[in-house]
DNA sequence: GTACGCCATCTTGCATGCAAGCTTGCGTGC
DNA sequence: GCACGCAAGCTTGCATGCAAGATGGCGTAC
């Protein structure tokens, strides 16, 4: 047998009606890949689910040229796993996997924070009011006790900073890498002490970032990102999840 | 026409007579990639050199398949620019790219130092003296005027940090963003004043990690990217490149 | 002479056909 | 009863065929 969750739904792919070539390019690849990175994403593909391209190409409704395009991507970010003749697995993350990913979300965003607060002066304090904005709704959520909405918040504000730093790199990088440890956050969402200090953290990078203090920016994003690895892996150490 | 360079050689790639198919997985797919990723790094394809898949796959002797997903791949690493309906475009680094890439380096690199720090201990030895006998190396290199041999010194230091920093993802992306930025580095090699800071910067990482002082290492590593790129990318604006 | 519109060609994206290797299950021999 | 060998099937990688859209050139009209 080859896995546990073959009857897994994949239906409902949205087919775009718009150039099914052209312009719009890897219509279908590119519908595939997002099909597929959504759904592992949301755990509606669980880890460990196995299948092959004709398998997945059927249930998406297309050949398995767009569909092997689209698993090349996942396996380079790590979503999946190509198993030589035995078909495609939904790979999981093991506690050291999650260990690496907070550690370039540690770099990258420290990136992203010192050169926020290098650019300085015109757009800033748009951001600083954004990013302030979601720090505030963090704090809200936490008061009203909904975790998930102080997760969502949380993505956004370390979404935002990413994104609106200028360097759409470090955007591309932040989101691919950070994606992968989306459900790993999720899950141990209720594991963790109340993120009290999460906002306190946040604010100090807004601080820095508005002083137009590159290095303290910086700094502080780390520190936040440290913390939070630091808080995280060994949880996931201790629960000895194989993978997740 | 196409472009001015339409009749460069690619010929030659290396046809390793390993499993055609199976589990090398991506034979020609790969080979594809690494050929032109190689021949892009090493300017045997020009910045501005257009082509369709069709020519290139005939020129490497497969069939289009495997050029498109290796064109793919070059794309969402800006290598190249899939043009709509007009083939493909060998793209070249604006100073802003630059700007980004060093931001990059500058972030996983700090990450990857900090790592090794942390690691500490067992293995860490090994690795510092490795990081300093390349330092050696482009002390030497630098003394004897060869700065060929001192930017390759260079380069496998910072490759040697990334790649034994223990975190295989920073190898990676460090790996494919720090590519990308080789050609800028070796055209304005005779343009910047002899880099006899670097190794003395390098020596300020090396002795971070050696005391087992994460933060130190970190801060020493950005450091001696944020000069390099300060360095470098206002030579790129002063030159005007448009691109390269 | 210039500008606009139409047609042909070119290029890519996807579907399908083909080949080859690994895996696995069964049969046989010890 | 167990282990080894063989064969068949399954799965992926690549080649090729097909279709559709956009671009550029050419012809015509003003």
């Not at 073959?6 to 690849?29: L, V, Y």
């Not at 730093?165 to 109340?194: D, E, F, K, W, Y």
């Not at 502080?220 to 808080?231: G, I, L, T, W, Y």
């Amino acid at each position: 047998m080859k896995s546990g969750s073959r009857d897994q739904k994949i239906e409902g792919i949205r087919r775009t009606d718009e150039s099914p070539t052209g312009q719009g390019s890897e219509a279908r690849a590119d519908a595939a890949y997002r099909f597929l990175r959504n759904a592992i994403l949301t755990n509606e593909i669980p880890v460990g689910f196995q299948a092959t391209e004709v398998e997945i190409a059927a249930r998406l409704g297309m050949s398995r040229t767009p569909v092997h395009e689209a698993m090349a991507r996942l396996q380079e970010e790590g979503f999946v796993q190509i198993l030589p003749r035995r078909g495609i697995l939904v790979k999981g993350l093991s506690p050291s996997d999650l260990l690496e990913i907070y550690d370039i979300l540690i770099g990258l965003e420290g990136a992203a924070a010192e050169r926020l607060a290098l650019e300085g002066g015109d757009g800033i304090a748009e951001v600083v009011q954004e990013l302030e904005g979601l720090t505030k709704r963090m704090e809200l959520a936490l008061d009203a006790g909904d975790m998930d909405a102080w997760a969502d918040a949380d993505e956004a504000f370390h979404d935002a900073l990413v994104a609106r730093c200028g360097n759409g790199r470090i955007r591309r990088l932040a989101a691919t890498v950070s994606g992968q440890s989306h459900r790993a956050r999720r899950l141990t969402l209720n594991m963790r002490p109340p993120p009290k200090q999460s906002a306190i953290e946040h604010r100090d990078i807004i601080q820095a970032i508005a002083a137009a203090d590159p290095i303290a920016a910086g700094s502080a994003a780390r520190a936040h990102r440290r913390r939070a690895r630091d808080q995280l892996v060994p949880i996931l150490r201790r629960l000895n999840f194989a993978a997740l």
